[in-house]
């Protein structure tokens, strides 16, 4: 069962760090992402790391602002999210798929967790 906290009430140009975690275990063997969903929007992509740690991949509209990584025993998973935009507000979902490669679909990963609502105030 995976963990999202770190949401909050931002204004924008802020930065909030978002957590995954897994209740029990490590990430070790597991790829993670993050996707959002804004209100009347379908789920989208935000970022991934593979398995080994050794890649990642952002959505457009983030990178170079959002960063994705874990600590060195890797039972966190962060996303580390600056200059945040209103239009980043959406509630944010931490999901993982062991061994699994970098991926922005949802169907590619097999745990998920609860969202965390982020709010960017202009």
């Known amino acids: 069962q995976l963990q999202a906290s770190g949401g909050g009430l931002v204004q924008a140009g802020g930065s909030l760090r978002l957590s995954c975690a897994a209740s029990?275990?490590?990430?070790?063997?597991?790829?993670v992402g993050w996707f959002r969903q804004a209100p009347g929007k379908e789920r989208e992509f935000v970022a991934s790391?593979?398995?080994?740690?050794?890649?990642?991949v952002y959505e457009d509209t983030v990178k170079g602002r959002f960063t994705i990584s874990s600590d060195n025993a890797k039972i966190t998973v962060y996303l580390q999210m600056n200059s945040l935009k209103p239009e980043d507000t959406a509630v944010y979902y931490c999901?993982?798929?062991?061994?699994?490669?970098?991926?922005?679909?949802?169907?590619?990963?097999?745990?998920w967790g609860q969202g965390t609502l982020v709010t960017v105030s202009s």
């Open positions: 999901a993982a798929q062991m061994w699994g490669e970098v991926s922005r679909r949802r169907a590619d990963y097999g745990y």
């Open positions: 029990g275990r490590t990430f070790s063997t597991y790829a």
């Open positions: 790391v593979n398995w080994r740690g050794s890649t990642t």
